[in-house]
């Protein structure tokens, strides 16, 4: 298996602009996850899909942030305005059930 | 919800001494601490895992030891090695039914110099 896939890996962006970050999880499997990783902050986890149903975004930062998982092979995370302190990198990460989790190698998304 | 701090935020070691990793959790409930490493430009990738009702856990070089009754937890590697140095993340998750929700510590960035 070709493992979490995430496009794209880099993306700069201006202020206000909406940026859609895309996740492909390993086939077979039925959890999802968005996390957003900063200095700062750490790793942080935005929302999950079990079954490509949201279980749990509270840790979406604001309304900003939405996330879409419109079957089980892909996965939009979108932010609409972005602002510069939305820059991090952002990993998704898929599980089967169990309790490892498998992360693709992130976007890294600067706002200027 | 659970919170887990991690200590030492950076360590550096002599290539083939011992590191250890100490993680701190405060959900009584939680049972399942998997540790992860992170090389640059990469996702975290499981290295490790303990589940509550051991007290310790050995794979070759690296041993993870859990307290329940301090609510600690520790990431052990032996014989140290230049492709160890990366960032490490402990984590802990309590049990919720269906998937557990696992919180990360915020990394442990270990260097070895050969």
């Known amino acids: 298996d070709a493992g979490v896939i995430q496009s794209p890996r880099h993306e700069v962006t201006e202020m206000g602009q909406e940026v859609t970050l895309r996740c492909k999880p390993i086939?077979?499997?039925?959890?999802l996850f968005w996390y957003r990783q900063t200095m700062m902050r750490g790793l942080e986890l935005l929302i999950y899909?079990?079954?490509?149903?949201?279980?749990?975004d509270s840790g979406m930062p604001e309304d900003r942030f939405s996330a879409k998982m419109p079957n089980a092979s892909f996965s939009t995370l979108k932010i609409q305005p972005s602002e510069p302190r939305d820059s991090a990198v952002y990993f998704c990460?898929?599980?089967?059930?169990?309790?490892?989790?498998?992360f693709g190698p992130g976007t890294r998304l600067t706002v200027t | 919800g659970e919170n887990v701090e991690q200590h030492p935020s950076t360590l550096s070691v002599q290539e083939g001494d011992s590191a250890v990793i100490k993680c701190t959790y405060s959900?009584?409930?939680?049972?399942?601490f998997p540790w992860y490493k992170q090389e640059l430009g990469k996702g975290p990738q499981l290295i490790i895992d303990?589940?509550?009702?051991?007290g310790e856990k050995k794979d070759q070089r690296i041993a993870v030891t859990l307290n329940k009754t301090a609510k600690h937890f520790s990431l052990h590697i032996t014989e140290t090695q230049p492709e160890d140095s990366a960032v490490y993340f402990c984590?802990?998750?309590?049990?919720?039914?269906?998937?557990?929700?696992?919180?990360f510590g915020t990394g442990t960035k270990l260097q070895v110099i050969p």
């Open positions: 984590a802990a998750s309590p049990p919720s039914g269906g998937y557990q929700k696992v919180t």
């Open positions: 990460a898929s599980t089967k059930g169990n309790y490892e989790q498998y």
């Open positions: 303990i589940r509550s009702n051991v």
């Open positions: 899909f079990n079954n490509n149903v949201p279980i749990d």
């Open positions: 086939s077979g499997h039925d959890y």
């Open positions: 959900d009584s409930a939680s049972n399942y």
